[in-house]
């Protein structure tokens, strides 16, 4: 009996020894990946919210710490309300439009539609393209090319560059955004689309629930979490919307289509206002991180499954 629980001591401590031995080589394994995120990542955003509290101008060696007074002035700066008001209806459209029309091509292209890997592949097309090409590219279509058209067809409201107002230059650049973001909400909803259950949709069929009755009752509750993904995809890139502007408007005319995401570059490395745009972005990190929470919190409860 002795023998045995001597035995089974030398067991347990050698099982101990190699389960510890494993954990310090998964640590070991792991430390590169870990040093890079703290180097990369950790450091910097530390740094960035140390320098929002400074007055640094970006150049100067010198510094004054001045603690929270950027982010107070910055609720008092109307160029930043504005553009944050330009930047939430910009959002709104831009998301509901895009992701709209991209589920309804992904069910057209889940379909039995001829020729259906040559759309797919037309439509997925804009995606292989830059966002700055784009930007420009529509840049020479709204200047050059509609005016041009409306001129022909004697149409007031189409021979003048949309992007000249500041009453129609967010439109201009959220169609472009549209027609250039389509792309990959549209795969994402197809994947999700593949995902759908055969037999529950001929359950639906022969209990005699119309088309529109099993798209919601159905097919939706399967697609939240390609929603949710497509969602926060979205979102996030509407909200710091930068490239189009820049190629398109340069935040005119008048400063009418300065998002956040433009009015930090301006700030930070045209103005000289390093600190103070350091802080701006430290409100719109926060902003982007509350809005997805709720999101995923919202859309997770309505899965299915989860009802």
């Given amino acids: ?15 101990s020894l190699t389960a ?12 590169p990946t870990l040093l890079l995120y703290i180097v990369f990542f950790l450091f910097p955003v530390g740094m960035g919210f140390y320098y929002s509290m400074t007055n640094w101008d970006g150049f100067s060696l010198t510094y004054r710490f001045i603690g929270l007074k950027n982010y107070i002035n910055i609720m008092k700066d109307d160029r930043f309300l504005d553009s944050m008001q330009f930047t939430f209806i ?3 459209l831009v998301v509901v439009i895009k992701l709209s029309i991209a589920l309804l091509l992904a069910i057209l292209l889940s379909g039995s539609l001829r020729l259906r890997g040559f759309f797919r592949s037309v439509f997925f097309f804009p995606a292989v393209l830059s966002m700055l090409t784009v930007g420009l590219i529509f ?5 050059a090319v509609l005016p041009h058209v409306g001129e022909v067809l004697s149409l007031d409201w189409l021979s003048k560059n949309i992007l000249g107002s500041k009453n129609t230059a967010m439109y201009g650049i959220a169609l472009t955004n549209i027609w250039h973001g389509i792309a990959t909400p549209m795969v994402i909803f197809i994947a999700g689309l593949s995902s759908v259950p055969k037999d529950l949709k001929e359950a ?4 005699g629930a119309s088309p529109l009755q099993r798209f919601f009752s159905v097919t939706i509750p399967f697609l939240i979490p390609m929603l949710t993904v497509n969602l926060v995809i979205s ?3 509407a909200l710091t919307v930068f490239d189009y502007i820049v190629a398109m408007t340069d935040g005119g005319p008048a400063h009418a289509t300065e998002s956040m995401g433009f009015l930090i570059y301006k700030h930070g490395m045209t103005e000289m206002k390093f600190g103070y745009g350091t802080a701006e972005a430290i409100y719109v990190f926060l902003m982007i991180a509350i809005i997805s929470f709720i999101q995923i919190k919202l859309l997770n409860r309505k899965e299915a499954g989860q009802l």
């Fill in 90 to 92: 910009y959002t709104a």
């Fill in 1 to 15: 009996m002795e023998i045995v629980n001597h035995t089974g001591l030398a067991v347990k401590k050698k099982k």
């Fill in 235 to 237: 979102i996030k890139g």
């Fill in 204 to 207: 639906a069929v022969i209990d």
């Fill in 139 to 143: 840049n020479q279509v709204f200047y």
């Fill in 20 to 31: 510890n031995k494993a954990s310090l080589i998964f640590f070991l394994l792991t430390l």
